[in-house]
């Protein structure tokens, strides 16, 4: 049988079941949610899910992005904004944001009120089936070794685990820094840099 390359929440909740020698389940809806191991299987993974995109990765954040403001002047947040702050392109920095009651709000001018275009460098949670399948396993492995350190009294089993964890984060970092092509001289979106060619000097 062919394994899916994608997790889905269901089998991570497995896989962290079986990391932690518990059997698996069919479903982690209805009248799986009566079961306290199972619910707290479940929130640690949305937990984890949730700390590791917090990071903010190439996959998850977008850079000088367009705030859409409202009829009176506010920049609303949806729920799924991790982290945000004015971009780096914004050179005069006339503005401090941070988000209260939902909102963007400007602490140099204290007040809700933007005018003009405000650009975003912004973080967004990703649903976990949406996930490069390296974080997913990341995230797994990073659930697994909090399930075992919480729910299982075997220091072996959680050392064994945070081993576990290292190597999937160190593919982590691997995938991030091939996909997200960073350079060293901070080039960002919409920018070439065309190094030095040593045979442009032979025809002088």
Known sequence: MTQLAIDTELSAVNSILGSIGQAPVSSITGTALNNPEISFIINLLREVNKDVQNEGWHFNTEYHQ?????SNGNILFGND??????????????????RRDGKLYNLVDHTFIFSG???????????????PPVFQRYIISRA??????QLV?????????????ALSRASVMEYETQQGDHSFMGWGHNTSYSPYQPYKALRR
């Open 66 to 70: 367009p705030a859409q403001l409202e």
């Open 81 to 98: 904004i991790l982290r945000y702050d004015l971009c780096d392109g914004q050179s005069l920095r006339t503005q401090d944001v941070v």
């Open 117 to 131: 275009e405000v650009l975003l460098d912004v973080t967004r949670l990703v649903q976990f089936v949406d996930l």
């Open 144 to 149: 697994s070794s909090r399930a075992a350190a």
């Open 153 to 165: 009294s075997n220091p072996q089993l959680v050392t064994l685990l945070q081993t576990q964890e």
